[in-house]
């Protein structure tokens, strides 16, 4: 998992292990074979400045280009219920005659402002809870994303980027209170699909458009030296932090993990946003809990990608398993009920048995032995839903005692 935050500032992990400038924290990405962290280090402004805020903390990018082609994506996190009208995280524009900014329209929803047009991310977006925010810009139609669904379209473009800036409005003033992780640039305008496979995951080489990243913020300790955020594209598009004093430590926690390598295809995630619904599907395996999860409980999924079908097992009473996998990396304690769609999960067109022939197998480690954790409770359609499972780090699949799988 990972957490860093710009605490409307902004917020950024700490390791113990570097000497770091007072204004900074550093938070850990952790990958399925680190231990669980979440300390960060916040960074607070006067929520009260409306003008003249030059104590307030931000970073800025100077970074000036024309684009009506791009792709903006972030983790945020408002650390107030209701803060007021303009208050922003991200901007790429000062002063406000240009650009665009993301802040709150005063309505509890978070927005993009600009000079072109104003769409917000839906009702009742503005949380105290982390959700991923994502704009993207085609040439002529600009559509904005909220926890990877479409949230609005608009007919426009804004094209005018005179630098990027972070913790603050385009007029250099009504600095918000927010955590933000993993912000993301492009040149390129990215699909839904993309937007989806990669907001719970590090980017890494292997992301299609790789090569189209321009700014890149980890917000992890590796990011940080002296004042200066440094821009993992490989670009330099480094971050010059200002005003980083008055620090207070907060812990938080964003489902963004970096999985398995074998195991990263379709990674999806149940966190406090998606409350009581079902989560996306990873190849046919998604999750439901009873009851929304604290901030400090999540699970983050993906799958092996291997759609071969099923393959024998030499465990007692069970005829075969799925050759696809599952990697759960959890954090906290999460109790849900697992659904296994078996058409999408082996690409199986034939009849289903009851439940209770199916198994839940579990591994803790991707070349261990699978061992039978759960039994099928109900069965609708090709869907097995395993109930009241309690959710452990490492490689599940499903299984059968007999031939329809």
Not at 217 to 228: A, E, K, L, V, W
Request: hydrophobic share 30%.
């Amino acid at each position: 998992m990972k957490y860093f935050y710009f605490f409307f500032l902004i917020n950024i992990n700490i390791c113990f292990s570097q000497i770091l400038p007072p204004s900074v924290g550093v938070h850990h990405k952790l990958s399925s074979s680190d231990s669980d962290e979440s300390f960060v280090i916040d960074f607070d402004n006067d929520d009260d400045c409306t003008s003249n805020c030059s104590s307030s903390f931000y970073g800025e990018v100077p970074w000036t280009t024309n684009l009506s082609t791009y792709s903006v994506s972030m983790w945020v996190k408002s650390g107030d219920t209701d803060p007021s009208e303009w208050r922003a995280f991200f901007n790429t524009h000062t002063p406000n005659s240009g650009g665009f900014q993301f802040d709150s329209d005063g309505n509890y929803r978070y927005r993009m402002l600009s000079t072109e047009g104003n769409a917000t991310f839906g009702n009742n977006s503005l949380k105290t809870t982390w959700d991923h925010v994502a704009v993207v810009a085609d040439g002529s139609v600009t559509r904005l994303y909220f926890n990877g669904s479409l949230a609005n379209t608009g007919n426009w473009v804004e094209s005018d980027w005179n630098g990027i800036e972070i913790g603050r409005n385009r007029n250099s003033d009504r600095p918000g209170n927010y955590y933000l992780d993993e912000v993301r640039v492009w040149d390129v305008a990215l699909s839904q699909a993309n937007i989806q496979s990669w907001m719970h995951k590090p980017l890494s080489n292997s992301h299609p458009n790789y090569g189209d990243l321009q700014v890149y913020f980890q917000m992890n300790s590796s990011s940080i030296s002296g004042n200066t955020l440094s821009d993992a594209s490989g670009n330099n598009n480094n971050a010059t932090l200002y005003n980083s004093s008055g620090i207070n430590t907060s812990s938080s926690n964003v489902p963004v993990v970096d999985l398995i390598s074998s195991y990263q295809t379709d990674v999806e995630g149940i966190w406090t946003s998606t409350g009581t619904s079902d989560s996306e599907a990873s190849d046919g395996l998604s999750m439901s809990v009873g009851s929304a999860l604290a901030e400090a409980n999540f699970v983050v999924f993906g799958n092996n990608n291997d759609d071969t079908g099923t393959t024998s097992s030499s465990l007692s009473g069970i005829s075969k398993r799925s050759k696809r996998e599952w990697n759960f990396d959890e954090k906290g304690t999460v109790t849900a009920d697992i659904k296994i769609d078996i058409s999408d999960a082996t690409g199986h067109s034939g009849s289903v048995s009851a439940a209770s022939n199916y198994k839940l197998l579990f591994k803790t480690c991707e070349f261990c032995n699978f061992l039978e954790l759960e039994t099928g409770d109900s069965a609708s359609g090709d869907v097995i839903t395993f109930s009241n499972v309690t959710i452990k780090d490492g490689i599940f699949c499903i299984a059968s005692a007999d031939s329809n799988l």
